[in-house]
């Protein structure tokens, strides 16, 4: 290849130009910005040209050895003579210059009609762009006869060496980063298809993003017979053969350069002679006598996704912004006369994503789809459902959410109670729960607890007849029985006359609420409320002490599901079960017994009336659950707006790109979010861009910021036109407080309308700037987090309200468990059944304290406290002024009520 360079350049786009011509064309370039370039095409060569603006072309046929050069090409700008022509560059596009008589002309090659089109406007004056480095991982099998500093080398240099072609055609460099050696099953014997499969589930290509093997265990039969399977763009691992008696180094290098140019988007095309030719292993002595070349059509392919990867850190093929994956598709499907089938298996994979006709929509962490009319299996939680045919659960990629396509997002529901961490219950509460007569008052303590009527179905459908939910009052922030406003004022309520009050506490009573303001006590009846706002909570506070209930290992997969009526639950595999009544195989009968955090007992909700679920590891937050710090919005023309959680700023469903996403921010710029962040958050990563309401309007740039004493910008956006593409931030490592100052730190989500860069044609001011912030997460220290979380147990044990809790030693697992009741009573009925939360004291003795005053007449002390039968014999010693006074061992419970056992305080 032959490349012009300019100075400045700081992104842009690639124009591919390729002689078919017989003889060499000199060519002179011209940018809009005045930037020039000149250089000779010989014949059957290319030219990539970096531009990021308009540029014009003159070219001419090279003079023969002794004649002048054309005198205008010098100057391109010059009046047009008749010795060079002239033609205006689109961007991304391929040009043949082509034998047209005894002179030159130079065609456009056009893939589709809106092929040339980017909705990421490229401002730049013209350089070299930077280089693209992928990090790769290579790994040789347990036969592989080298010493590993030898075969660690001849990687580096075969990586170096290929690095150099891909460096001339598309400013890509592959660099090794790490090495290891796997151990492959000699079972699968000469199966290179097996062994491909076995190396990608048993290698990891961290710390790269590619893991590149190489099998000694495959041998070659007939020579030309080189296993080379397709790998789709961005895959994460390539297998190799390794050098043997009828495979050289060259021609595992030829081979390696071949699907290197598959993982940067390049197909089979039918040129003879080139890298990426359909016959390329046979024709490898053409290949090596006339020099290793990848073909234009290849070239243009390979850097419009180089470009992609330079612009932001994509993943996956389905992160690549909508219009350059239709204009990719374009390319691979003017291949269609040479029947090729390469190009049609990247075409379908870069296909649009179609408004599914089936009732059921998945996407996986990886960003792929599938879509089927039902869910297989998902009747019992040991069997592994699928989607289409693919698993759910246990396999890599897992599922990200599952959506059932025939619901739309529900509205805010007439009464509810909404919770720090997102959950939501529709329903209205009429008071505490009754004196209890089958449970003792340790496990329902007074005030801690509010009956809930619910406006969704709740309970096991043979169940008698529907009770009310007994919902804690430790983790809600609001409670209406109108519906509500959207803004949340902490410590705020609101009657049905339409009076607002501010208040300092509350206390929930049996009838009614007292409140403590500025001008005394006063009291409200439950009918007479219309909203009611509790007082701010730290909202990772309260996400964390929610996750030390459901997942207290910090290992157990979530899941926070939504119905068509607005129920909102975040539960874990620990705290819920699948049952069915009827045939196991239809879906209409399959319930699913969650119980949340809050929930005193389980919520069964049918499967048929669920519209969404997702799924995430513990130590993934989904920031929409992080209610904000601080939401600023400021708009000259497109009036004020408010944010909208899991919503776009219309209230539907968030859309851009062409594709719905499962939970985020709605907004309208100009607007900033801020989050507090704790100590343990480790990194941030969001997809964005303009809803799908702006259509091709809109014109915004975002940042993600980091607040503290040394503010940092960790990402910022190009200009987004349009909602046509949907960009990603990455994985964003957020860096640690500096030393000596506040741990704190504060996430800043930044959009802002008409920036200065604001190209010709876009829209005026903001009116279309609908922005959304899409499937936002937040990663926590998945080390850290089982210790984060044993500080909160503690206070998690209603019992233990008021005393101090000290393990007296290292814990060898958490504090608490969840043991659901039929451990005791097997037999119990669905509608009976729940999860309790009891304590473990593994490896070490817990110490639970509190000064009280004790009477004299007083000499006796109740402790209510059981053990399930299959855990060892547990004692308990009291202990008065650290002297023993007493110990019992745990009785085994075996009904519904807490076992008493008593001691006598002697003195």
């Known amino acids: 290849t032959i490349g012009l360079g300019w100075a400045g350049l700081a992104e842009g786009a690639t124009v591919v130009l390729a002689n078919r011509a017989s003889r060499p064309v000199q060519i002179a370039v011209r940018l809009s910005s005045g930037h020039t370039g000149q250089a000779t095409l010989p014949p059957g060569r290319l030219m990539v040209l970096p531009v990021g603006e308009a540029a014009e072309l003159a070219y001419a046929l090279a003079p023969a050895p002794g004649q002048r050069s054309p005198n205008n090409l ?13 033609i205006t560059l689109r961007l991304n596009t391929l040009y043949y210059f082509l034998d047209q008589g005894d002179r030159v002309v130079c065609r456009p090659v056009l893939f589709s009609q809106d092929g040339a089109v980017s909705w990421i406007h490229a401002d730049g004056s013209g350089q070299l762009p930077p280089m693209v480095r992928v990090p790769v991982k290579v790994l040789a099998d347990e036969e592989h006869p080298a010493q590993p500093a030898v075969w660690q080398e001849e990687f580096q240099r075969l990586f170096r060496s290929v690095s150099e072609i891909f460096e001339q055609y598309c ?10 050696r796997w151990q492959s099953d000699n079972a699968l014997g000469q199966d290179f298809d097996k062994l491909f499969e076995e190396f990608r589930r048993e290698v990891s290509p961290e710390p790269g993003r590619l ?3 190489m099998t ?3 041998k070659l039969g007939h020579p030309n017979h080189v296993p080379a399977p397709y790998i789709p763009p961005l895959s994460t691992h390539l297998l190799l053969p390794a050098p043997q008696k009828n495979l050289s180094d060259q021609e595992v290098f030829l081979l390696l350069l071949h699907q290197l140019g598959h993982w940067l988007g390049a197909v089979e095309t039918p040129e003879p002679g080139t890298i990426m030719s359909q016959n390329f292993y046979a024709d490898r002595e053409r290949a090596f006598k006339e020099g290793l070349r990848f073909d234009p059509v290849n070239t243009l392919a390979m850097n419009l996704l180089a470009e992609e990867i330079r612009r932001r850190p994509i993943r996956t093929l389905s992160e690549v912004p909508r219009s350059t994956r239709r204009y990719l598709q374009a390319i691979y499907l003017s291949l269609n006369p040479h029947h090729l089938s ?5 075409a379908a994979l870069l296909a649009e994503p179609t408004t599914p006709a089936a009732r059921y929509l998945g996407r996986w962490t990886d ?11 998902w009747h019992d939680l040991r069997v592994q459902p699928r989607l289409a045919g693919r698993p759910m659960f246990d396999a890599q990629p897992e599922i990200r959410w599952l959506q059932q396509t025939r619901f739309s997002p529900s509205e805010q529901p007439e009464a509810g109670v909404e919770f720090f961490g997102g959950d939501l219950l529709p329903g209205r509460v009429v ?6 007569d089958t449970e003792p008052p340790s496990e329902l303590p007074a005030g801690h607890w509010l009956h809930v009527v619910p406006a969704v179905p709740i309970d096991w459908p043979e169940a008698s007849a529907s009770t009310p939910l007994l919902v804690s009052t430790r983790w809600i922030r609001r409670i209406w029985w109108q519906r509500p406003n959207q803004t949340y004022e902490p410590g705020t309520l609101r009657d049905r006359q339409g009076r607002r009050m501010q208040f300092r506490s509350l206390r929930f009573g049996q009838e009614g609420i007292r409140v403590l303001t500025a001008d005394g006590i006063q009291q409200f009846p439950y009918e007479a409320l219309a909203e009611l706002h509790l007082p701010a909570q730290d909202p990772w506070e309260a996400w964390l002490e929610q996750l030390a209930v459901l997942a207290p290992d910090g290992k157990t997969r979530l899941m926070q599901l939504e119905t068509r009526h607005g129920l909102r639950a975040t539960v874990s595999w620990q705290r819920m079960e699948i049952h069915h009544r009827g045939n196991p195989n239809d879906a209409n009968g399959w319930y699913q017994m969650i119980q949340p955090a809050w929930a005193q007992r389980p919520i069964w909700t049918p499967f ?3 519209r969404l679920w997702c799924f995430y590891r513990p130590e993934e937050v989904p920031l929409s659950r992080i209610h904000p710090a601080g939401y600023r919005q400021t708009s000259a023309w497109g009036g004020p707006w408010p944010m909208r959680v899991d919503r776009n700023v219309e209230a539907g469903p968030l859309a851009s790109g062409g594709r719905e996403f499962a939970w985020g921010f709605g907004l309208h710029a100009s607007a900033e979010l801020e989050f507090l962040l704790p100590p343990c958050a480790k990194a941030f990563r969001s997809r964005l861009g303009l809803d799908h309401l702006a259509g091709q309007g809109g014109c915004v740039e975002a940042a993600v910021e980091i607040g503290s004493a040394s503010p940092q910008i960790l990402y910022k956006s190009p200009l987004i036109l349009g909602s046509s593409d949907v960009l990603d931030t990455g994985r964003l490592e957020l860096p640690t407080p500096a030393e000596g100052h506040s741990s704190v730190r504060r996430l800043l989500l930044r959009v802002e309308a008409n920036p200065a860069q604001t190209p010709r044609g876009a829209d005026p001011w903001d009116i279309r700037d609908h922005f959304d912030w899409l499937e936002p997460m937040v990663e926590l220290d998945a080390e850290k987090l089982p210790s984060e979380l044993l500080q909160r147990m503690g206070r998690l044990v209603p019992a233990w309200e008021g005393w101090t809790v000290r393990p007296e030693g290292a814990l060898r697992g958490p504090m608490l468990v969840n043991v659901p009741n039929t451990l005791w009573q097997q037999h119990r009925p669905m509608h009976q059944r729940r999860y309790i939360l009891a304590v473990a004291a593994p490896g070490a003795a817990i110490r639970i304290t509190k000064k009280i005053f004790i009477p004299p007449e007083k000499d006796i002390l109740c402790i209510g406290l059981w053990r399930v039968e299959s855990v060892p014999p547990t004692t308990v010693d009291l202990l008065v002024d650290g002297q023993l006074v007493g110990s019992l061992e745990a009785p085994v419970r075996r009904n519904s009520r807490c076992p008493l056992r008593s001691l006598l305080l002697t003195d």
Not at 74 to 86: A, F, H, I
Not at 171 to 180: K, Q
Not at 342 to 346: A, D, K, L, N, Y
Not at 431 to 436: D, I, K, S, T, Y
């Open 431 to 436: 008071g505490l729960p009754p004196e209890p």
């Open 216 to 218: 000694s265990q495959w």
């Open 74 to 86: 010098s100057s391109p700008g010059l009046r047009s003579e008749t010795t060079s022509q002239r």
């Open 608 to 610: 048929r009336e669920v």
């Open 342 to 346: 390469e190009p049609f298996q990247v």
């Open 367 to 377: 960003g792929t789809e599938a879509s089927a009319d039902g869910v297989e299996n």
């Open 211 to 213: 893991a590149v093997g």
């Open 171 to 180: 400013r890509v460099r592959f660099e090794v980063v790490g090495a290891d």
